[in-house]
């Protein structure tokens, strides 16, 4: 069975850091772009970032360009996306999702066929 766990958000300060990690189940990610997407309440789902199944490739979404880095291990199965200086408008559930070709497609949800569960990230004092 094909899955995708998140894990990582948690409550965090303005201006604080986490780590989000994606892991997979099921199958091997070598061959997979994967991306970050985030719904925050009352919003509709928007992209983040993505990076392409070797990692040479990345994309932004420029809300978070400077702020995110994503990275993967494929070593490990493993997607991470470092988020720092949190601000409370990153406040989201954060998915990630797998995209059945090397390449992303920007930063959109186009072709992604797996999706985990995902993680909620609360940025607040």
């Known amino acids: 069975q094909l899955q995708l766990v998140e894990s990582g958000g948690g409550l965090v300060q303005p201006g604080g850091s986490l780590r989000l990690s994606c892991a997979a189940s099921?199958?091997?990610?070598?061959?997979?772009?994967i991306g970050w997407f985030r719904q925050a309440p009352g919003k509709e789902r928007e992209g983040v970032s993505c990076?392409?199944?070797?990692?040479?490739?990345?994309n932004y979404a420029d809300s978070v360009k400077g702020r995110f880095t994503i990275s993967r291990d494929n070593a490990k199965n493993m997607v991470y996306l470092q988020m720092n200086s949190l601000k409370p408008e990153d406040t989201a559930v954060y998915y990630c999702?797998?995209?059945?070709?090397?390449?992303?497609?920007?930063?959109?949800?186009?072709?992604?066929?797996?999706w985990g569960k995902g993680t909620l990230v609360t940025v607040s004092s």
């Open positions: 999702a797998a995209r059945t070709y090397y390449y992303c497609s920007g930063y959109s949800d186009y072709g992604m066929n797996y």
């Open positions: 099921g199958f091997t990610l070598d061959y997979y772009a």
């Open positions: 990076i392409s199944s070797s990692g040479g490739s990345t």
